[in-house]
Nanobody, 123 residues
Framework: QVQLVESGGGLVQAGGSLRLSCVVSGRTFSANAMGWFRQAPGKEREFVAALAWSGGNPAYTDSVKGRFIIFGDNAKNTVYLQMNSLQPEDTAVYFC????????????????WGQGTQVTVSS
């Protein structure tokens, strides 16, 4: 059973940075791709970024390109989301998710989900 546990959320001022972590346990081929999603109050959950443990270029939604970086540490079974130049519109609950491939995650389809971590950016 694949389990995902996020951490690293918090309150930060606009322009600041945060790093989210997602520890993966019970990893299988069905969790080859890891991604981050977010859901702001009153809005639908949206794709943020994803990568594949097997390699290839990460994928990002346009609004975070150049500000957020997704990367993984195979030895620690952990995927990170480095968030820089944060803005109030980045405020949301951030979820880690896993599925077979990055394109599937980009469609919003996660096979496994974490519980979420709150990120609040003050202006």
């Amino acid at each position: 059973q694949v389990q995902l546990v996020e951490s690293g959320g918090g309150l930060v001022q606009a322009g600041g940075s945060l790093r989210l972590s997602c520890v993966v346990s019970g990893r299988t081929f069905s969790a080859n791709a890891m991604g981050w999603f977010r859901q702001a109050p009153g809005k639908e959950r949206e794709f943020v970024a994803a990568l594949a443990w097997s390699g290839g270029n990460p994928a990002y939604t346009d609004s975070v390109k150049g500000r957020f970086i997704i990367f993984g540490d195979n030895a620690k079974n952990t995927v990170y989301l480095q968030m820089n130049s944060l803005q109030p519109e980045d405020t949301a609950v951030y979820f880690c998710a896993a599925n077979l491939a990055v394109p599937v995650l980009r469609l919003g389809v996660g096979k496994y989900w974490g519980q979420g971590t709150q990120v609040t950016v003050s202006s």
